[in-house]
Every structure is written in structure tokens, then in C-alpha cells.
């Protein structure tokens, strides 16, 4: 399981296995989300794992003044041999209207997708100024299902008791 704290520049990325059966966690307990579960007495029905790009809003122009005009941010996402701030080209770009938001699902760009890619952002403001492209964040984007469930089959088990006396 991969881990960052919320309010990073980091992509919250757990990945978790469950099993049919019996599901064995260690006495430390389960670190989800930020989230601390005790592993003793607590037994997930369904855990839902979501892709979000998370980063720290500027809080000022690249002056060094205030920002009072923040309008929202581009998020990219690129090949990893594509530097976005020497020129490179973006794969897929999709704008954050919002200068609130800081965090972007990734979900819609995992569907599908087997390969490490790097992910950008860039800040905004009202006048249509655009930031400097953030550090690359290079990460496996894994959206490939497994295969179908193959021969099924039903067996009947019976067991037998019997009391001699």
C-alpha cells in the first residue's frame, strides 16, 4: 500500500486485495486514507480505492505578491519522456475550474490504461496568466480488469452424522 498525506502534491494511490474467505490483517491495523482502523475489531465489507491527484494551492504570484485572483489549474497528464516544462507535449489536459479544488480524480484516465505516465499542474488566475508546469509526479496508471471468471462449477457436499449407540 502506498500512502501520502492529505493535502500533498501526491497522488493517493492504495491498493488493496480481498480474498474470498477470510481476510487477515496485522495487530498494527490498516492505515487507509488517513484514517486510522483498528485492525482487531474492524472487518471492512467493501473497501473503494480512488485515484486523486491532490497538490497546494499557490498563495502567491510568481512576483512574490499576493495571489488574490486564483481562477483554477490544468492538470496534465503526459509520457514520462515528455518534460512539459522544456516544451513537451501533453497526452490528455483537463481544467479544474475551481481555485478551490485541489484535487483531481483520476479515475476517467485509468479506465483502460496499462503504463506509467507523469502527471503536471498549473495554476491560473482571472487574467488567463498560467503558472509554470509543476515537478512531474511519475505514477502506474493500472486500469486494465482482470480476465473472466472461467469454468464454474457446482459441487454438492454432503456429510453424514451418525450415532452408534
Known sequence: MFFVSPGSNRVFYTALALWVGSLALGVAGLIYSGIQVDAQTTTPERVLAEHVLTWDAPTENADGSE?????????????????LRAGGTATDLQQVTDGNQVDFDLGP?????????????????LSGNRSAWSEPLTVHLDGIPPGVVVNLRLTLRVELEVNQE
Open 109 to 125: 484516465w485509468r479506465e483502460g490504461r496499462d503504463e506509467v505516465v507523469s502527471l503536471w499542474v498549473r495554476a491560473y488566475d
Open 67 to 83: 495571489l488574490t485572483d486564483l481562477d483554477g489549474f490544468e492538470v496534465a497528464l503526459s509520457a514520462t519522456d515528455q518534460d
